[in-house]
């Protein structure tokens, strides 16, 4: 998908994505993250009172930022005019929803191929059916492999109970095994 996203001809399209899954942010808030509220180390985003939701989809005051994920922040452009101007993202998140859903596509093609030129059958539902939103699960999904507890990983993704946060990881039954030896 990164690889169909690159070629997409939006250049914000893999950064959204990388920092989709990196920072665990919900489309809408990644799209409304300001340059202004990155902190002068350039590791979190500071998120005022009045953008941090309310119900089941709150977002931290402070957004951590991995050292990848600030890399990208980095190498960002930065958007001085237009309606994107001061945004950390310069495109409408619909215009990645589209290049989202072409990369998907392509994906899925280029597998099919891959797995027709083996010999081999292409599996029934690898690469559909995926939305952005599965992008955060990933992204929570991976803070637990990184070894955080749910504590730290609800301070990552905004997540006001265990309950909520268990709905969103789902572990690798590898790293489950080599924990448990």
């Not at 909520?164 to 039954?173: D, K």
Request: aromatic share 6%; net charge positive; glycine share 8%.
């Amino acid at each position: 998908i990164a690889a169909e996203l690159a070629r997409s001809g939006n250049p914000w399209a893999l950064p959204a994505f990388e920092l989709a899954i990196l920072t665990t942010l919900r489309k809408g808030m990644l799209f409304k993250l300001e340059l202004a509220w990155l902190d002068t180390s350039g590791r979190f985003f500071r998120v005022p009172r009045e953008h941090q939701g309310k119900g089941n989809k709150v977002v931290p005051a402070f957004v951590v930022l991995s050292s990848r994920a600030a890399e990208i922040v980095a190498a960002l452009p930065e958007c001085k005019s237009g309606e994107h101007a001061g945004k950390l993202l310069g495109c409408s998140p619909n215009a990645v929803s589209l290049a989202w859903q072409r990369a998907l596509a392509a994906a899925r093609c280029r597998y099919e191929d891959e797995e027709r030129a083996a010999g081999r059958c292409p599996k029934v539902g690898h690469l559909q059916g995926l939305r952005w939103h599965d992008l955060r699960h990933e992204g929570a999904s991976r803070l637990f492999e990184c070894g955080l507890n749910p504590m730290e990983a609800s301070a990552v993704t905004g997540h006001r109970s265990l309950n909520m946060l268990r709905r969103c990881v789902h572990l690798a039954p590898a790293q489950l095994l080599g924990k448990l030896g």
